[in-house]
């Protein structure tokens, strides 16, 4: 079953935040997160692994809560290079290298 | 360099007359995989590979063949194509589908008539 993502689209002006959420209701290993262009192949952006861990880099950064089931992804001081359709992917416990993407997030940032 | 190729990237077909998409990486990967992509419905994986010669399958498997008899390579078969397989197909590989970053080739759109 495909995680939840929220919302479903999201338009910012430059300099906004944004947080995007992804919800699953099975039992989590760890959630990927990657970004799509449009045209264009997803990309990598981070992985969370069970254990409730924080990533980040630059400014994105995601939180897992594995009690929750839940991910989200922080977009801080969004640029204009932000913008494309974000994608969780969720590895449930016992399927084990089975990922699973949601529908995405498709986020425009606007001068 | 480093790179997931597919070939072909465009094609147009008819039904019931099969095919093969192929998928080929330089990048050592163990894990390879293989999405479709349809608005509205997101990626949805349609099979998956750990290693040579272990396939398993993904969320919409039906329709579609994989093998894996070498490392580098992770051919999509479709034997009988249908109008409801015209899609966008991408092809994944990673050193490892649970805690490793996923390498997508530039995808496939295949047109069914």
């Known amino acids: 079953q495909q995680p939840v993502q929220s919302p479903q689209a999201v338009i910012l002006r430059e300099g906004e935040d944004a947080v995007i959420n992804c919800s699953s209701s099975?039992?989590?290993?760890?959630v990927h997160w990657y970004r799509q262009k449009h045209g264009e192949a997803p990309v990598f952006l981070m992985i969370?692994?069970?254990?409730?861990e924080q990533k980040g880099h630059d400014k994105i950064s995601a939180s897992f809560n594995e009690k929750k089931q839940q991910s989200s992804l922080y977009l801080t001081a969004s640029q204009l290079s932000y913008s494309g359709t974000y994608f969780c992917?969720?590895?449930?416990?016992?399927?084990?290298?089975?990922?699973?993407f949601g529908t995405g997030t498709k986020l425009q940032v606007i001068p | 360099e480093a790179q997931v190729t597919q070939n072909p990237r465009y094609l147009i077909t008819v039904t019931g007359k099969k095919l093969t998409v192929t998928c080929s990486q330089n990048?050592?990967?163990?894990?390879m995989s293989w999405y479709r992509q349809d608005p509205g419905l997101g990626l949805r994986q349609i099979y998956y590979?750990?290693?040579?010669?272990?396939?398993d399958k993904g969320d919409v498997p039906e329709g579609y063949k994989v093998s894996r008899k070498e490392k580098r390579n992770f051919p999509l078969i479709l034997e009988s194509p249908s109008p409801n397989q015209t899609s966008l197909y991408f092809c994944a590989s990673g050193f490892s589908g649970r805690t490793g970053e996923q390498y997508f080739g530039p995808g496939t759109r295949l047109t069914v008539t």
């Open positions: 969370l692994l069970k254990g409730g």
């Open positions: 590979s750990m290693n040579v010669e272990v396939t």
């Open positions: 990048m050592n990967h163990e894990y």
């Open positions: 099975k039992a989590l290993y760890s």
């Open positions: 992917g969720t590895e449930t416990l016992g399927s084990y290298q089975k990922v699973t």
